[in-house]
């Protein structure tokens, strides 16, 4: 089975059934990603197949068609994606364990709404859960974050 | 080796006396100095001029023993010690250390005493620092009771002057110049002409010299980075994806673990039968473990699967099975002898009257349910065990890992993880204990337990469940009389007896927290506290029993306070016996712009809690639409003291009411067979953004004593909904979670 993950080729072995979540931890070693729930309810696990946010923990792996996309591979330290810049200007984590997928899911969701209102924030927001409740600074580093993106 | 004895002798900080401007600890039995544990295993080169900083070639790290599980501990910590040391934020790391007794914690002693905060009596004090030498003897490495920036205040920013001025002292014994023309700053001594000296290049001398005890330290006018916004040292790498939890953990060989353990909560694991599950791919070994089995497998999902095939035969509950024979404890306990009496002033029973105001409160199990479920890591080998596990309670994990593993503590070596959230669970470390069992079946090779979101809510240990009965009059407009009741288990002696085996002798002071000591002045007041028997085992969750116990306080003067005809915020405002508590309430009054007219449908509430020594008072707003219930605003009014840093403190403020409401909204755990039925976040929702309001936090500067902010602003989240629930809609809430009986947006 072959898998594509932040512009890289790997060859695997792997049941075709394991969610693309553990195949990116356990066999791939990349970590970003995190397991939260299993079970598509906290989004902690977010990543982008072909640019689309999905839950890695209810993907099987054999049904992934597309080149996969982690927070590792959004941007890094030294280039970082407008969603992470924001996320740092608001300095949103507190424990950050749900911060992976939070970005993974506004970067996906700005792609595809470049003007979002605030209901359409909230909306598209709502998936994914935090524990810490850093909601008030996630709205306002999407907002950046959408104002950055359209060159505001 | 002859010079770091000479060090370990003068390992000083806790128990140095002539601190100007500092703490002069003195005249107890814990005046005998503690060993500095940072010179144990140093280089030639390296110094360690306190516990808390340590120089070598690469640069300065800082020792920030309290852990982080999100609140920003390691960052506060490491700015308390820049402050005075003179480094940059940026150009240091942070380092938990090892667990040992130099790092024991003052400030959460000043809570396990029976007086209130505001107490600062003679007695008050003594009694805090007796507990503080017993907790200093038993070297309690415990980061809780928000307690970091309180027990850190003094000793940390110490730390940073007397190494600073160690280095100034080297740096004048080098060069010839005098201590009083050299400056310093960014990490380096600086010569009157300009030259710098970096800090590491003064190391190996800085340990051979006396260090330099008498400092005097700064005046907040001066600090360069206390009370300014900062950039939290992990900010950076949790918005990239590259900070490591102890869940990414990854060690060379490692292998995956998973368990399942009893649901009926404690109870043992009668037999089991692996032979669907041993031959599933990737599974390596599967035996049993305490109340359960345990798989060892080459990746977690695996684990997972083969953990799911395992049919078992599952021993009996051991506490009462169903959630209604939990109420029945509750409610029973009311009739046994007090637990204790935290209040009791005036004559309360004559001033009842005939026809007191009665009501009964009910809060209900939680669980902490951190995002990242618990986990560890730990490798056998040699007689050596090492641990990598994100834990509040090092020394506790040590001595318990040691007596599974059969080795003396000192063997065990606990590497301090990042946590994904904690909220009190990882005060707990059954997944050390279970993981150290895998791990001796699997000697020479790391074993990294993961408990699945399953595993982790059904064997939490819980938010206790509680009942308060309370009773109150009116008259001339204002309470006259209060009497509170309330029972719930010991959270003491279910996670300290009983799972730490430390003794709790003695009345549990959390079963009536945030009752007995609030600031409040009322002729006749009362407060009594039963201990519950036989309940599920119960923990310290996010604020412990405040978080129950505002509800039950704060909605019962509400009660009281329609009753008496009066205004909600006055008539705290006026029972408010203490000067920094009433400017909070006064504050959240004027933020809010309380009184203002807010149109159809709408409604306000205020609550107040003191709890470790923060007062908060929050006001909430909210419009019952047709669809149900939507917060719209929450203000805060709070007092620490001084905000290190008004960045992460607003975050912590503004995390603190999500939890607070989330919880009341829609959160509760209940039982059923022994067991508890919630396994997932689809029937433990807390709250989503969408429904998450606006919430103004503003800090005030009053507080005599420097105190947390990781708890309390949780307690007044409810009361402050329920209030606010009763002005818009007529109903009265006594009872969590409120979407019982409301519905929310
Ligand atoms: S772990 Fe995938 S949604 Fe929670
Ligand atoms: S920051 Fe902790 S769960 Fe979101």
Redesign the pocket.
């Known amino acids: 089975m072959k898998l594509t993950v932040n512009g890289a080729d790997y060859a695997l072995d792997v049941e075709p059934e394991m969610?693309l979540?553990w195949v990116l931890r356990d066999e791939l070693g990349i970590t970003g990603?995190?397991?939260?729930?299993?079970?598509?309810?906290?989004?902690?696990?977010?990543v982008h197949i072909d640019g689309m946010a999905v839950?890695?923990?209810?993907v099987e792996v054999g049904a992934v068609d597309g080149e996969v996309t982690t927070i590792e591979g959004l941007g890094t330290r030294e280039s970082l994606h407008a969603v992470q810049a924001a996320w740092i200007e608001h300095q949103v984590a507190q424990c950050g364990y749900c911060q992976s997928?939070q970005i993974m899911a506004a970067a996906s969701f700005l792609e595809m709404n470049s003007e979002p209102t605030d209901e359409d924030i909230d909306a598209a927001m709502s998936?994914?859960?935090c524990r810490c409740g850093t909601y008030p600074r996630i709205r306002a580093a999407v907002k950046t974050a959408a104002a950055k993106l359209n060159g505001a | 080796m002859g010079r770091l004895k000479t060090i370990g002798r003068r390992a000083f900080l806790v128990g140095s006396t002539a601190v100007v401007g500092g703490v002069a600890f003195g005249f107890y039995l814990y005046k005998k100095p503690v060993e500095n544990p940072l010179l144990a295993d140093l280089g030639s080169d390296e110094a360690a001029l306190t516990p808390y900083v340590k120089i070598d070639a690469e640069g300065v790290t800082l020792i920030t023993p309290r852990a982080d599980k999100g609140q920003g501990a390691y960052s506060v910590q490491a700015a308390m010690i820049a402050e005075e040391l003179d480094v940059e934020l940026d150009r240091i790391r942070v380092d938990p250390g090892v667990p040992s007794p130099a790092y024991w914690n003052r400030a959460l002693a000043d809570e396990a005493v029976p007086f209130a905060a505001t107490d600062q009596g003679a007695m008050a004090t003594a009694a805090r620092g007796t507990v503080g030498a017993v907790m200093k003897i038993m070297g309690m490495q415990v980061t809780g009771g928000s307690s970091t920036v309180a027990d850190g205040f003094e000793k940390l920013r110490i730390a940073g002057a007397v190494a600073r001025e160690t280095l100034k002292a080297a740096a004048a014994q080098k060069t010839g110049v005098a201590v009083a023309s050299l400056r310093s700053q960014g990490g380096a001594v600086i010569l009157p002409d300009g030259t710098e000296i970096p800090y590491q290049e003064l190391a190996a001398d800085a340990s051979r010299i006396e260090p330099v005890t008498e400092v005097v330290l700064r005046q907040p006018e001066q600090w360069r980075l206390i009370g300014k916004p900062m950039l939290r040292v992990d900010t950076v790498a949790k918005s990239t994806g590259t900070l490591d939890y102890g869940i990414d953990a990854k060690l060379d060989g490692m292998v995956h673990a998973a368990v399942v353990l009893n649901p009926r909560q404690g109870g043992v694991l009668s037999g089991y039968d692996a032979s669907a599950a041993k031959d599933m791919r990737g599974v390596k070994k599967i035996v049993p473990v305490t109340g359960g089995v345990g798989v060892i497998a080459d990746n977690t999902w695996r684990a997972f699967q083969a953990a799911a095939a395992v049919e078992c035969d599952w021993g009996p509950a051991v506490f009462a099975p169903e959630m209604a024979d939990h109420w029945a404890e509750l409610e029973q306990a009311f009739d046994t002898d007090p637990d204790s009496r935290g209040r009791d002033e005036g004559d309360v029973e004559n001033t009842l009257g005939q026809t007191p105001l009665t009501s009964e409160y009910r809060a209900p199990y939680l669980a902490h349910a951190p995002l990242e479920p618990i986990n560890a890591v730990v490798l056998i080998k040699d007689g050596r065990v090492d641990v990598w596990t994100g834990t509040q309670v090092p020394r506790f994990t040590q001595n318990n890992v040691a007596a599974i593993a059969g080795v003396e503590p000192e063997q065990v070596h606990i590497h301090a993880q990042m946590m994904g959230g904690s909220f009190g669970h990882r005060l707990e470390d059954e997944v050390a204990r279970r993981c150290t069992e895998l791990a001796m079946e699997m000697k020479g090779v790391p074993v990294k337990l993961t408990f699945s979101?399953e595993q982790d809510f059904s064997h939490d240990y819980l938010r206790p469940a509680a009942i308060a009965r309370m009773r109150g009059a009116v008259e001339g407009g204002t309470v006259k009389a209060l009497d509170l009741a309330v029972s719930a288990p010991s959270v003491l002696t279910s996670q300290m007896a009983e799972r730490q085996g430390m003794p709790m002798p003695g009345p549990d002071s959390s079963i009536s927290q945030a009752l007995w000591d609030q600031p409040y002045g009322i002729e006749n007041y009362r407060v009594t506290a039963h201990r519950a028997q036989n309940m599920a085992p119960v923990s310290s969750w996010r604020s412990v029993g405040a978080s129950q116990n505002a509800f039950f306080h704060e909605g019962f003067l509400s009660e009281l306070i329609t009753a008496a005809g009066g205004d909600q915020l006055e008539q705290r405002i006026a029972l408010c016996t203490d000067d920094v508590s009433r400017r909070v309430l006064e504050t959240v009054g004027e933020m809010s712009d309380w009184g203002r007219e807010l149109g159809p449908d709408r409604g306000r509430g205020v609550a107040f809690c003191m709890s470790f020594g923060t007062p908060v008072a929050e006001v909430v707003e909210l419009t019952n639409t047709p669809d149900g219930i939507r917060i719209d605003n929450v203000f805060v009014a709070t007092d620490v003291g001084r905000v290190i840093d008004p960045v992460n403190f607003e975050n912590l403020v503004q995390g603190g009411v999500v939890f607070g409401l989330g919880h009341a909204m829609n959160c509760e755990i209940t039982i059923s067979d022994g067991g508890i039925e919630q396994t997932n976040?689809h029937e433990y929702e807390g709250m989503r953004l969408y429904q998450c309001p606006q919430i103004t936090v503003k800090a005030l500067e009053h507080n005599s004593r420097i105190r947390g902010i990781g708890e309390p602003p949780v307690p007044p989240a409810a009361p402050a909904l329920a209030s606010a629930i009763f002005d818009a809609t007529g109903v009265r809430l006594r009872e969590m979670p409120f979407n019982k009986f409301v519905d929310f947006l």
């Open positions: 969610p979540l990603p995190k397991y939260g729930c299993g079970i598509a309810q906290c989004g902690a696990c977010t839950r890695s923990c209810s997928g998936a994914n859960l | 979101r976040f």
